[in-house]
């Protein structure tokens, strides 16, 4: 599962040079030519997609999504723990009509074939597709975090990370 995170990180990071060199052609382009990268728009909103989405399990397995912790610092380190499975029982649950619904929406858009109307006509699937994959791993790798963690529970009190530090 790490090779496929770092696949995904690396290409977030592309997806983000990438968007860069979209958005700095548009402007060079507009300032010197007056005209502009053609459907820079809609390969600026994909290229935001992939950069946003396919790091979301890598940050999933690092623990490293935003979280307010003034209140559960000063919880026992039983409680706090719960409170973590806890979260990750409610990250899958609100993660399954999200994914459900972008498989059905990318399989609307490649069955229908729609296209993005533009000068490159690009097709609407790749995104879409791209969307629900980000959330389908994410999914994964909170479901391993929750068996992970499910077992260090049972073992003692704390939860910890793959460093051997206290998840707070």
């Not at 935001?48 to 003034?70: D, E, G, Q, Y």
């Amino acid at each position: 599962m790490r090779v496929i995170e770092r696949t995904l990180l690396d290409l977030a990071v592309l997806a983000l040079i990438a968007l860069g060199l979209v958005i700095f052609a548009n402007v060079a382009m507009r300032a010197f030519w007056g005209t502009s990268v053609p459907d820079a728009i809609i390969l600026v909103r994909e290229l935001m997609v992939a950069a946003i989405l396919l790091p979301m399990a890598a940050a999933t397995a690092a623990r490293s999504h935003v979280a307010v912790t003034f209140l559960s610092d000063r919880m026992p380190p039983r409680l706090r723990a719960t409170l973590i499975v806890l979260g990750h029982v409610v990250g899958l649950l609100a993660l399954m009509p999200l994914i459900y619904a972008s498989w059905r929406v990318t399989g609307q858009a490649f069955a229908s074939g729609e296209f993005y109307y533009g000068d490159l006509n690009l097709p609407r699937w790749p995104g879409v597709a791209l969307f629900m994959a980000g959330l389908l791993l994410m999914w994964v790798r909170l479901a391993m975090l929750l068996v992970g963690d499910l077992r260090q529970l049972r073992h003692g009190d704390v939860i910890l990370d793959a460093d051997g530090n206290e998840v707070n």
